[in-house]
């Protein structure tokens, strides 16, 4: 099994130091991608560099979950499961009204629930083991609905065809957590026992 690790948006494979130096796992890779590329761009990349890969399992924080189950739905066999955290599968619907204020501003025009990427997600069905850590400590004052400080609870509860784990801590903070090291592991062991 390859670990394959996807940021999320405006941050970097730094973000993981925590998570991977719990887990442990020597056969990993960790994808890098800046948003202001597009999100077209940045899966084409992704797709070269995992073409020749089996066995893949990722764990995504944030953005990286949308990019990885765009992954899923083109590479099939090749992945075997993922763990994503704080993924918002429904888009930030915050997005949809910065991007008139931001009209330039790529980022915003991939993950409003309306862009192409967002939408694109809800005809991709799940045929592997995947979780999605919703993050519900929050406070955002730009966000109407419960938030963990950047995407809403909703948003990331939005899928029916994944496990759900809620954690009462916020967006940032949960790649420094160790139960979200508990629930990756938990599901790497689940997936080894099937």
Not at 15 to 26: M, P, V
Request: charged fraction near 25%.
């Amino acid at each position: 099994m390859k670990i394959v690790y996807i940021h999320g948006a405006s941050a970097t494979s730094d973000s993981f130091n925590f998570i991977r130096s719990h887990l442990e796992h020597n056969d990993e890779l960790v994808l890098e991608y800046t948003s202001a590329r597009g999100f077209e761009n940045n899966l084409t990349s992704m797709l070269e560099q995992l073409k020749d890969i089996s066995d893949i399992y990722f764990v995504c924080h944030s953005l990286g979950g949308i990019y990885a189950l765009h992954l899923a739905d083109r590479l099939g066999d090749q992945v075997i499961g993922a763990t994503t955290i704080s993924t918002p599968y429904g888009g930030a619907e915050s997005a949809d009204f910065a991007k008139y204020f931001l009209p330039f501003n790529q980022l915003l025009r991939d993950i409003g629930p309306n862009s192409l990427p967002i939408r694109r997600t809800r005809d991709i069905i799940i045929s592997v083991p995947w979780t999605n850590i919703v993050t519900t400590r929050g406070g955002s004052p730009w966000i109407l609905f419960d938030n963990d400080g950047v995407v809403t609870v909703k948003s990331q509860r939005c899928r029916r065809d994944m496990r759900l784990v809620e954690l009462v801590i916020n967006h940032y903070e949960v790649v420094l957590s160790r139960e979200t090291v508990n629930i990756i592991k938990d599901d790497i062991r689940r997936l080894h026992n099937e």
